[in-house]
């Protein structure tokens, strides 16, 4: 049994592009919520996704938007980058309302 | 606002010592206080935690306290070992907005000494 998955492992983007990155669920699970952690803090809550919505926001501007599908895979969308956004990118996975969520190993994105 | 936040960036420990790794919250709202351990390159991975209207709770080799008093959660770690040196974190869990949200402390690096 795979546990999370993302992609790619790691990113390289200039200012101003725009990047996706890919997240698939632990088998089971339904809801996917997304981190940003920059280097040597914890990890910031950006959104949550359950039943292909967005459910729960954290303090983040609207150039960061995501998505889920059908088969409660998600991406993580991140327009118009910045430096500032250079951090590791990790989704956790979970069922609807479980305390535990399970972490995939995240995508390094640096910005230059 | 809501804040978890960790007393010292740094932990060092020798082998087969106990370990106690400390952590404030600010947020009285949250259901659960969580733990998690993070490796070089990978991500935060659960180790225990502990239900908002408990003070203890015992896991193998890990034990968690929870102080609602002064808003204090620790994780102790015993006979630690030299795959215990990792990243620990605090969490808590709010349930506001429908969703299992967590908030993260910034973390507290354990070394472990031979």
Known sequence: DAGVTQSPTHLIKTRGQQVTLRCSPKSGHDTVSWYQQALGQGPQFIFQYYEEEERQRGNFPDRFSGHQFPNYSSELNVNALLLGDSALYLCASSLQGAREQYFGPGTRLTVT | ?114
């Open chain 2, 1 to 114: 606002g809501e804040s978890v936040g960790l007393h010292l960036p740094t932990l060092s420990v020798q082998e087969g010592d106990n370990s106690i790794i400390n952590c404030a919250y600010s947020n009285s709202a949250s259901d659960y206080f969580i733990w998690y351990k993070q490796e070089s390159g990978k991500g935060p991975q659960f180790i225990i935690d502990i239900r908002s209207n408990m003070d203890k709770r015992q896991g193998q080799r890990v034990t968690v306290l929870l102080n609602k008093t002064v808003k204090h959660l620790s994780l102790q770690i015993a006979a630690t070992q030299p795959g215990d040196s990792a990243v620990y974190f605090c969490a808590e869990r709010g349930l506001t907005g429908g969703g299992n949200k967590l908030t993260f402390g910034t973390g507290t690096q354990l070394k472990v000494e031979l």
